[in-house]
């Protein structure tokens, strides 16, 4: 490779958006990601601080409520949400495109997964 090409490639690569490696969650009973909710409808409760997360980690919901929703802060590459916990059986499609993620028809958000 010449200086050329390497100095090229080297820009290149510091030119590329990284996708976000972490991100803030939280899960809402309603089928919302409204602020407004009551804070015991959410987890944590809304006037307190977000959950830290990692991409590719599996996190499970606590099992006081149904939540319906999940908001994270800054999206990665896309959230497959679970029906059981340790994100086993029935996921949902790669959803992407929005901070607030559902579940599949038919039942709640039990854990996720980040991708």
């Not at 099992?63 to 916990?85: K, M, N, V």
Request: net charge neutral.
């Amino acid at each position: 490779m010449t200086r050329l090409t390497i100095l090229a490639l080297v820009a290149t690569v510091a030119a590329t958006p990284l996708a976000p490696q972490s991100f803030h969650y939280r899960f809402y009973e309603p089928a919302n990601c409204d602020h407004a909710n009551p804070p015991e409808s959410t987890y944590p409760w809304i006037n307190s601080q977000a959950l830290n997360g990692k991409v590719n980690d599996c996190y499970n919901a606590p099992t006081a409520l149904t939540y319906q929703r999940l908001e994270i802060d800054t999206p990665p590459g896309g959230i497959i949400t679970f029906c059981e916990t340790q994100c086993q059986g029935r996921g949902s499609i790669v959803q992407s495109g929005t901070n607030c993620f559902g579940p599949l028809p038919g039942c709640t958000i039990r854990s996720f997964k980040t991708i």
